[in-house]
């Protein structure tokens, strides 16, 4: 950056500073802002000097088709001149970012509005009941526990297992009696975790620690053994291993080495991508499901009560999805949607399971469908309009009530141990901040257990769903957030994020980085795209493979609806998503860059040509397809794949984002694309890349690390749209 415009951004600083010591705006402070920030405009129109990234001459072909690929030497996250490149294009970063005049200002807000105690609901084991609570900026949640009313004590502080706050407890696993326990650690966000078994009662530890575990729950079977699921890790460095990767169900003996642990199911002999497993209640029968992509399951059981019994496949339809929810006896309850797009309940004997002995006990509906179990009974939670109805259900599958809801929003949780007389469930909105709920389940009654301590006033805001038409018709809804009283002028600081993919639900949860936005008459629009969940197996499929354009075309139309409604324009509005969403930003830019002012890509897959060639990405073909599966599906993939749809043109103001520990969406993609995308841009708007260290696909950050993210995203946006905070 020159350094004149390093001196104005000073003296920028520095007049905003001074104004904030004001008690008012003089007509002096109000005519030097107005200046400071007609300096700032006229700063952001200088093209910035992004760092020299090199580019190789790397080909390849698909279907006659010769594709370059100038920055795959990025894919190599560990090699030096690639880490190069990182420091340089975070250096760029955090030079622009700390020029913002309000930035240290908007850190310090958020820090106040997170800095609130956070519960989770509780859960019982043993003699036990333990839940997570922040204290408000504590690095971690704390795992905390207490015997009935009495004094809680901290059973696990994972603040303590690092110095730095980023090894992370991701996961823990009672037995049946909850006199042991497995965690699990992360360290710096990565996928892959490390186990560590305790005696509960005085946390002492139970054998080695078992490591390179990936994608896995702990099931219990009695006190002194466990089922666990992972894959053969890779050599340090690879991430091309997505081709290859497969799981193992490993069983593992307290007191024995893991290198003895007996492979139970997957490797050579069943090979799938993922696998798990989990134990019934009674721990009469071991389930196990096992996919080759993220959509669909098999389905195995094994009758432990009977030793020597063998595992035996239920149901081999890798294109639906099916859990054993809970048994009575040899009596099976599954939960499933195949021959119903929108979920049902059956029953069927565990000695006859074949699918023509299946009994409907709660039927498909209009409504998609989730359930859980607790208490002896069956909790339907429906999506209606992509908000939660609840239901709850005998084992006989007898209507006993409809639970009543503070209003429409998000329910969750419900389940719980069989002989529990009550359960706990968290109820939240977009203006409704997480409140959990304790529920009698004879009676029906919800009384609050915890309020959220959080300062906001959900009476000034007004959350709504309205239905937009997409490109082809489609009624597609979306809920619309603001401050209530706010003008529909055109002007309004708008955010617009969405997800549209993996049958994944957007449903309304409260964000407290949100407050920055809605506080200060700022809109937060989010729209349930095609590729979803919300409408069932028809709404996903309408959005996957060679539909995927459906998804980017529900987006633009939301995008249209709000800047004709006045919400908004193109010059106030921001466009976001993460991961498949981080995707959809990446499309909509490269397909419609007058669309917005800001695009907030996240840990986006941006390279569809070579997504399923990096660790498990290969497990998300159902959604996308991929180049090597016909000529159709390689053209259909090359026009769109951000990547490769860049061309010189102007682009919106850009704030890339990825982490150097994500081995899950691995920040190649990002890389790429954000080489490309500076190397393409014409417009003046700036193209930055911000990489987070020590952190993953987004579980397991710090408190800090969250805030410093959102601070950045909040100040990034407000300053390219020339609004002062």
Not at 76 to 86: E, G, I, L, Q
Not at 317 to 337: A, M, P, R, W
Not at 343 to 371: H, Q
Not at 555 to 582: M, P
Request: charged share 20%.
């Amino acid at each position: 950056m020159p350094d004149e415009l390093s001196k104005l951004k000073k003296i920028i600083f520095a007049t905003h500073q001074l104004c904030l010591q004001m008690k008012f705006f003089s007509s002096l402070s109000v005519t030097v802002l107005f200046f400071s920030f007609a300096c700032a405009q006229q700063m952001n129109n200088q093209k910035l000097t992004y760092p020299a990234t090199k580019k190789v001459d790397t080909i390849d072909t698909y279907f006659g088709t010769v594709v370059p690929d100038p920055y795959r030497w990025l894919e190599d996250d560990r090699a030096p001149d690639t880490k190069a490149w990182v420091k340089a294009e975070n250096k760029v970063t955090q030079d622009y970012l700390s020029q913002i005049p309000y930035r240290s200002a908007l850190h310090k807000r958020l820090e106040q509005l997170w800095n609130y105690e956070k519960y989770t609901a509780p859960f019982k084991e043993g003699k036990y009941t333990y839940y997570y609570k922040n204290d408000g900026l504590q690095s971690q949640s704390v795992l905390w526990r207490q015997v009935g009313d009495g004094t809680p004590e901290v059973f696990l502080d994972p603040n303590k297992f690092s110095a730095d706050g980023t090894t992370s407890l991701q996961g823990i696993n009672f037995s049946k009696d909850g006199s042991m326990a497995a965690y699990q650690l992360s360290e710096g966000g990565s996928d892959w975790r490390k186990v560590i078994v305790i005696k509960t009662e005085d946390k002492t530890m139970v054998g080695d620690t078992l490591t390179d575990i990936k994608f896995s729950g702990i099931a219990w079977k009695g006190n002194d053994s466990f089922y666990y699921s992972s894959y053969d890790k890779p050599k340090a460095g690879s991430q091309l291993s997505g081709m290859t990767q497969y799981h193992k169900l490993y069983y593992h003996q307290l007191g024995t080495p893991q290198s003895s642990d007996q492979l139970i199911f997957g490797g050579d002999r069943t090979p799938r991508r993922y696998i798990s497993a989990y134990l019934t209640e009674d721990e009469r029968f071991l389930v196990i499901t096992a996919a080759n992509t993220t959509t669909g399951n098999e389905l195995y059981l094994q009758d432990l009560s009977k030793p020597g019994s063998k595992i035996i496949n239920v149901v081999d339809n890798f294109d639906n999805e099916h859990h054993v929810l809970d048994n009575q006896g040899s009596k099976l309850y599954i939960f499933t949607n195949l021959y119903a797009p929108n979920f049902k309940v059956v029953t069927v004997d565990a000695a006859n399971t074949k699918i023509n002995n299946w009994k409907d006990l709660i039927p498909t509906s209009e409504n998609v469908l989730t359930a859980t179990t607790g208490g002896g009974k069956i909790f339907a939670e429906y999506l209606k309009d992509a908000t939660s109805f609840i239901q709850q259900y005998d084992m006989d599958g007898k209507l006993e009530r409809t639970i009543a809801l503070p209003s429409l929003g998000t329910a969750s949780g419900f389940g719980t141990k069989k002989e529990e007389k009550e359960t706990y469930y968290t109820f939240t909105s977009y203006i409704y901040p997480p409140t959990i709920f304790r529920l009698d389940i004879a009676t029906g009654i919800s009384t609050v257990y915890k309020k959220s301590g959080v300062q906001f006033d959900p009476q000034q805001y007004e959350s709504k769903q309205v239905f937009y038409g997409s490109k082809d018709g489609t009624r597609i809804p979306m809920i619309i957030t603001y401050k209530k009283g706010i003008k529909l002028n055109g002007k309004n600081p708008t955010l617009l994020y969405a997800y549209g993919g993996f049958n994944i639900s957007l449903t309304p949860a409260f964000s407290t980085s949100n407050i920055i936005l809605l506080e200060h008459g700022g809109i937060y629009a989010v729209p349930n795209l095609r590729g979803g969940g919300e409408y069932g197996g028809k709404w996903h499929k309408a959005g996957i493979k060679m539909k995927k354009q459906n998804v980017f075309d529900d987006f633009i139309a939301a995008a249209e609806y709000l800047i004709k409604n006045k919400y908004t324009s193109k010059e106030h509005l921001a466009i976001s998503g993460g991961s498949n969403g981080g995707l959809l930003i990446g499309a909509i830019m490269t397909q419609r860059p007058d669309l917005c002012k800001i695009a907030l890509p996240a840990v986006g897959v941006m390279d569809m040509l070579r997504y399923n060639k990096f660790t498990a990405g290969a497990g998300w073909s159902y959604d996308y397809g991929t180049a090597e599966d016909s000529k159709e599906m390689f053209d259909y993939l090359y026009k769109y794949s951000p990547y490769h749809a860049l061309k010189p043109n102007t682009y919106p103001a850009t704030m890339v984002t990825t982490a150097d520990h994500d081995d899950r969406v691995v920040p190649a993609h990002s890389f790429k694309f954000a080489a490309r995308l500076q190397e393409y841009q014409q417009g003046s708007a700036p193209v930055l890349i911000r990489i987070e260290t020590k952190a993953g696909h987004g579980a397991g950050q710090s408190t800090e690390q969250v805030i410093s993210g959102q601070v950045d995203k909040w100040a990034f946006m407000f300053w390219n749209m020339g609004i002062s905070w």
